[in-house]
C-alpha cells in the first residue's frame, strides 16, 4: 500500500532489522510501499545516517540490476564497553562460587536480552569474514551461537558429546581435554555442513581450548574452513593454551573459593581494535 | 541529540523492538531526542498504526506519571499461516526420514530467522497471559524457547537429563516417558526459578507428553505455576495423550518408512481463534 514517508521509516527499519546480511532490491520496496526509488533511496539515507549514529550498525547499497540494500549489524564501542562491563560485574558476584571453585553463569546465559546483545557484539566483530555457518558444543553455548547467527543470517549447528539417533549419519571424533586431559567424544550429524563451509565457532567457556581444538578437528573432518573463534569467558591461569586466534568478552582471573572472591576482567575483544 | 521526525522513526521502532514488554516512561524519548512530549506522542501513534497494519504487534501507553508506552510483539494471521505452511512443507521432505521412523528436524531448527519467527508466533500466541519464565528441555528445544522468552522479555530455563556440577544443587524428579514407559530423570537446578512464577512450557516435539509431564512436576516442585504449553510438532497417533491444554504448529500423522512418506497437518494453533 502508498505509504508516506513517516509510515516507511517505520517498515523500512523494522523489515532492515529482521533481515540482517540479506541484499534486497530497492524494487522489493518500490513495491511494497507504492512510492518511487528515489523516495526509497532518500528514505535509506535517513535510516543510514541513524543507524550509524546510534551504533546499529552499516547500511551499504549496491548499485546496477543485481544491487540493493543490505543491513550489516554493528555496534558502537561505547555500547560494547558497557555490555562488557555489565558482564564482568555479573560474572563477579561471590555467590556464583560452587563448591569445587566451579562457577554458577547459567543465569546470565538465561537473559535473552543480554545474550541478544552479546550476539549482536560477536556478529559485528567477526562482520567482514565470510561466515556460511555457526557452531557450538551443547549445551551452554546454544543461546549464544543462536544470537551471534541471526545477527549474521546463518545457520546454526550443535556439536553433541554424544550422538543421538534422531541426528542420523554423525561424524565422530575424539579429543582431549584441555585441562582434564581425558579423551572424550563429540559428534556432528553428517548433513548438517556441506564441504568448504566457513565456520564461526562460538562458545560459552574455554579454558586450555580442549573442546574448541576438539571443533575445529570436527571442522577438518568435514573439509570446512575455520572462519573465527569467539568465547564469551576464557579462563586466565592456563599453563598451555591450545588455541590462540579468538575473540573473548571476559577474562576470568581467579576464583577464590576461601575467600569468596571472583576476579574478572575484559577478555580481548578491544585489543584487535587497537586499544 | 535532537532529532528531526523522520530520524526519530527510525531510532524509536528500532529502541521498541529491542525492548518488547517493557514499559518504557515517554520521559525517557524526550531527553533522548530534545523533542517535546506531544512530538513523541504523536510518532509512537504512526508507529502504533504501521505496526498494526504489518502484523508487527500493539504498541500500548499507559497515561500518568508511572505509564509510558509498551511494544508487545505480535504476528498477522496471514503471516502466522505463512510460517505454519512453510514448517509443514519442510518437514513432509520424505529425505528426513531416519532408520527406525524418526524424523530430521535438527536443520529446520538450525535456521535462526525461522526459529525467530517461531518464537514471535509463539509469543503473540502467549502475550495476554502472565508470563515470568520460559522453560524447555535440553538440547532441541532451547533454541525455540530462547526465540520465545525474546520476545517475551523473559529468561530461559533449562530442564536436563543429567544434573552437571556447573548448575549448584539441583531438584531431579523421575518421570515415565509416555512413549516408551521408560523410567528417566530430568534436574533442574535450584536457583532457577524462584517460587510462584508464572512458567511457559516450550519444547520442539511432543508424543505423549511424558517428557511434558515431567517439566510440569518439577515446576510444581518449585511451588511455580504453569502459564502454557508451546509445542513445535506434535504425534498425532497418540492412544493416551498425558497433556491437553497445549498449542502447537503442526502435527506429524504419519511416517510411513516403507513407502518413503510423510504426513503432517497444521497443528491447533489457530482452532483457539475461532477457525
Known amino acids: 500500500m502508498k505509504l508516506k514517508r513517516s509510515g516507511r521509516m517505520v517498515d523500512l527499519t523494522t523489515y532492515l532489522l529482521q533481515h540482517p546480511h540479506q541484499l534486497i ?59 562488557i562491563n555489565e558482564l564482568v ?62 545477527h549474521l543470517n546463518v545457520p546454526v549447528v550443535i556439536v553433541r558429546s554424544n550422538s543421538r539417533v534422531t541426528e542420523g549419519s554423525t561424524v565422530s571424533i575424539n579429543y582431549v581435554s584441555g585441562s582434564t586431559k581425558r579423551i572424550q567424544t563429540m559428534a556432528l550429524a553428517r548433513r548438517s555442513i556441506k564441504q568448504g563451509s566457513n565456520v564461526l565457532i562460538i562458545d560459552d567457556f574455554m579454558k586450555a581450548g580442549g573442546t574448541i581444538k576438539g571443533m575445529i578437528s570436527i571442522i577438518s573432518e568435514f573439509q570446512a574452513n575455520l572462519a573465527g573463534i569467539g568465547v564469551l569467558v576464557e579462563a586466565q591461569e592456563v599453563s598451555e593454551r591450545l588455541v590462540d586466534d579468538y575473540v573473548s568478552l571476559a577474562r576470568l582471573s581467579e576464583v577464590n573459593e576461601r575467600e569468596n572472591r571472583i576476579e574478572v576482567r575484559p577478555g580481548n575483544y578491544f585489543q584487535g581494535k587497537g586499544e
Chains 1, 2 share one sequence.
Open 89 to 150: 560485574q555479573q560474572l563477579e558476584d561471590p555467590s556464583r562460587i560452587l563448591p569445587g571453585g566451579y562457577l554458577y553463569v547459567t543465569d546470565i546465559i538465561g537473559h535473552p536480552h543480554l545474550v541478544n546483545q552479546i550476539g549482536r557484539l560477536f556478529a559485528s566483530s567477526f562482520a567482514s569474514r565470510k561466515i556460511d555457518v555457526v557452531m557450538t558444543i551443547a549445551t551452554k553455548g546454544i543461546p549464544l551461537a543462536y544470537a551471534v547467527a541471526s
Open 25 to 83: 532490491p530497492l524494487s522489493y520496496f518500490v513495491e511494497r510501499y507504492e512510492s518511487a526509488k528515489s523516495s526509497i533511496s532518500e528514505d535509506l539515507a535517513i535510516i543510514k545516517e541513524h543507524f550509524e549514529q546510534y551504533g546499529y550498525g552499516k547500511i551499504t547499497t549496491v548499485p546496477g540490476a543485481a544491487g540493493g540494500v543490505r543491513y550489516v549489524p554493528g555496534i558502537s564501542d561505547k555500547e560494547a564497553e558497557q555490555i
